[in-house]
């Protein structure tokens, strides 16, 4: 049995944590615990364990904690392997923020995204960065962790070199290569699944 306590974490941290605890049971499956105290939480975890194959129930315990229950039976194994060229996803962002409305909400969104890219197995193959979302390559990103993390496991992270250019971040580049937009409209081109943000 493995305990998790994702108390005051928001999603998709708790869930991520979940999966790679289900990883570590491997095939034999087991118990996973995770402790949370919000409901959108609860919810997520359900999901992911449902969407799985697995049994998951939920407490309600005193002080706002939530103790959700995932239990995975002999023989539910985990997708833990594969290279990024492996899952063909190209992932192209042209802004700093995701969705309308609040901007910074838009910012701790698209953090959000780029850690639950980075948590995917096997994880995109090409990240491509241009207009605002240049921003996100630069030295100065709250997302730079991340993207350094894919790029060593094999992630191709490009940034278009007009954008640098026009926000005067040339020098920032921290993660990744400069490519023009023809490199990013051929990536898109020929990618197996795409995601445009």
Do not use: W
Request: glycine letters at 10%; proline letters at 3%.
């Amino acid at each position: 049995m493995i305990t998790i306590d994702a108390l005051g974490q928001v999603c998709p941290i708790p869930v991520i944590r979940a999966k790679k605890a289900l990883a570590e049971l491997g095939e034999a499956g087991g118990v996973v615990t995770v402790l949370v105290d919000n409901d959108i939480s609860r919810q997520n975890l359900q999901k992911m364990a449902e969407g799985m194959g697995y049994q998951a129930e939920y407490l309600e315990k005193d002080n706002g904690v939530i103790e959700v229950t995932i239990v995975a039976g002999e023989g539910c194994a985990v997708e833990t392997s594969g290279t990024p060229a492996d899952s063909g996803l190209v992932v192209a962002i042209g802004r700093n923020t995701m969705g309308e409305g609040s901007e910074e909400l838009g910012r701790i969104l698209l953090k959000g995204f780029i850690y639950s890219l980075r948590e995917l197995t096997p994880p995109p193959a090409r990240l491509l960065f241009f207009n605002s979302g240049a921003h996100l390559t630069s030295k100065d990103s709250n997302s730079i962790e991340d993207l350094k993390a894919m790029a060593a496991q094999g992630t191709i992270i490009q940034t278009c070199g007009t954008c640098i250019n026009y926000y005067g971040i040339t020098e920032q580049l921290a993660v990744g290569q400069v490519a023009n937009m023809y490199d990013i409209v051929t990536a898109m081109a020929e990618a197996k699944r795409l995601i445009n943000i």
